[in-house]
């Protein structure tokens, strides 16, 4: 076969020398990502109206479309750096990369079991582990999403189809102040109205209050609304609270409505024994939302959702057709197509099912163990601090603090001292009308020496005030 006839069709020689190029870069990237800074230079509009450009007629060389994709990489946050302290950040672990090399090189389909059975039993044992984590029983199913919006909003549709399958424009559902935008988005897409996202009030520790949720419960039922779904947070974005689980579990028990859990940022602490102490309750959720791309520092992109009932997730989701009657496969495996909106997705476990295998959980419970110690280790070194005010201890790895007696200008001029060292980015956010910064330890590659330099920046910033 020529080459030059066929171009798409690539030689093995070439194969291999892209790919020689294209790992040469990766390498480089990770192995320099503790040195470079944590944020970007201002991006130019030069470059980016050079990004924009369409595609070619003509082939060109791989060396400068490497170079043009590394550019584009170094201008944006370091978010798998050992300084990314803003969000909550995505992993960048090179056998995850080498998962989805062979996951997209291999090309398998798995929206359904028969085309590839083996490939699914693969994706199906880390889904099985996660129902097994969180004490799920035999009827439970675990899939893989693209992040944990998707997993809310299809957890927030098996809820409506549970209970308001006919009178979506009765139901309610009730999630936090301080939950996840994603949760209001996914109930408006699954034809909830906005007016029906009820708000439950916090504690003054931030946390969902369950006796205001019974309370609205109560209202809506005699108003002749539909609770659908309550849910709760297991490590909100703002602070990594932990809302009482157990309280609110007994709560949907007794209204006979879905209880669903968005344990995105905190649900995989579970692994370790502190985790499973300060999760406790999670068990008795009806769903799930888990983020491997979170706190099994995994790429972005790798959500998880875990449901008690596959019949739930069935009956919200499976649609037969006349075209798909020669895909049927082994009944011992799940359809995919069925517990989900796509029916034509890609083999998105490997990613997740290599690194597990090779590297083993117990390096997984260790680097959390690792982040909760860094954690309880920042926050007494901030609390000694009398010119800085700290929230109470983290339940997770957030700690949130801020100037004390300071105003909002204050507290935006004290991060932007911080994040100028491009040492670490810090991020903000407001609590009760108060802006507050966040320093969200979960990296992989943040360890004792980047805490302990952010606690001398963050202490010179303090002392920096004008």
């Given at each position: ?223 002749g609304f539909v609770p659908a779904c309550i849910s709760a947070a ?97 009944s011992s495996l799940p359809d995919f197509d069925a517990l989900c ?72 001029d004290f991060l932007a001292r911080i994040n100028a060292s491009r ?44």
């Amino acid at each position: 076969m020529d080459d030059d006839t066929f171009p798409l069709e690539t030689t093995g020689e070439a194969m291999r020398g892209y790919a020689e190029r294209a790992v040469e870069l990766l390498v480089r990237h990770l192995d320099d990502m503790s040195e470079r800074p944590a944020s970007h230079d201002p991006v130019s509009q030069d470059f980016i109206a050079a990004l924009l450009a369409p595609p070619p007629e003509r082939a060109r060389e791989l060396e400068p479309l490497l170079n043009r994709v590394r550019r584009a990489a170094e201008a944006a946050y370091e978010s798998a750096g050992p300084g990314y302290l803003a969000y909550i950040p995505g992993g960048g672990m090179f056998s995850a990369a080498l998962g989805d090399f062979l996951a997209v090189g291999l090309n398998r389909y798995t929206g359904r079991a028969g085309p590839a059975p083996a490939c699914v039993a693969l994706e199906e044992s880390v889904l099985r582990w996660m129902c097994d984590l969180f004490d799920m029983p035999d009827s439970a199913q675990g899939l893989l999403t693209t992040g944990g919006s998707l997993a809310n909003l299809i957890a927030v549709v098996a809820a409506r189809t549970r209970h308001a399958e006919d009178r979506a424009d009765r139901a309610t559902i009730y999630v936090g102040e301080h939950a996840h935008g994603s949760m209001r988005k996914a109930a408006r897409t699954a034809g909830i109205a906005a007016t029906r996202v009820r708000r439950v009030s916090s504690s003054p520790d931030l946390r969902m209050d369950p006796h205001d949720l019974r309370r609205q419960l109560d209202e809506d039922r005699r108003a002749g609304f539909v609770p659908a779904c309550i849910s709760a947070a297991a490590g909100t974005t703002n602070t990594g609270t932990i809302d009482p689980l157990e309280e609110i579990a007994e709560v949907a028990a007794e209204a006979g409505v879905w209880f669903h859990i968005d344990a995105a940022y905190g649900g995989f602490f579970r692994l370790t024994s502190r985790g499973r102490a300060r999760l406790a309750g999670i068990e008795r959720a009806d769903s799930i939302t888990l983020d491997p791309h979170k706190s099994l520092f995994m790429p972005f992109g790798t959500g998880a959702l875990v449901v008690r009932s596959n019949i739930d997730l069935r009956r919200a989701f499976a649609e037969d057709a006349d075209y798909l009657q020669d895909l049927r496969g082994d009944s011992s495996l799940p359809d995919f197509d069925a517990l989900c909106p796509e029916l034509t997705r890609e083999w998105r476990g490997l990613r997740l099912w290599l690194p597990l295998h090779l590297h083993g959980v117990t390096a997984f419970r260790a680097q959390l163990d690792e982040k909760l110690d860094l954690a309880e280790t920042a926050h007494a070194a901030l609390s000694r601090d009398p010119r800085i005010e700290v929230m109470g201890p983290p339940d997770l790895t957030v700690i949130s603090f801020r100037l004390a007696g300071a105003g909002a200008s204050a507290q935006r001029d004290f991060l932007a001292r911080i994040n100028a060292s491009r040492r670490v980015l810090l991020s903000s956010t407001r609590l009760g009308g108060d802006t507050w910064l966040r320093l969200a330890i979960l990296s992989l590659r943040t360890h004792a020496d980047r805490v302990t330099e952010a606690l001398s920046i963050i202490r010179d910033a303090a002392g920096a005030q004008g």
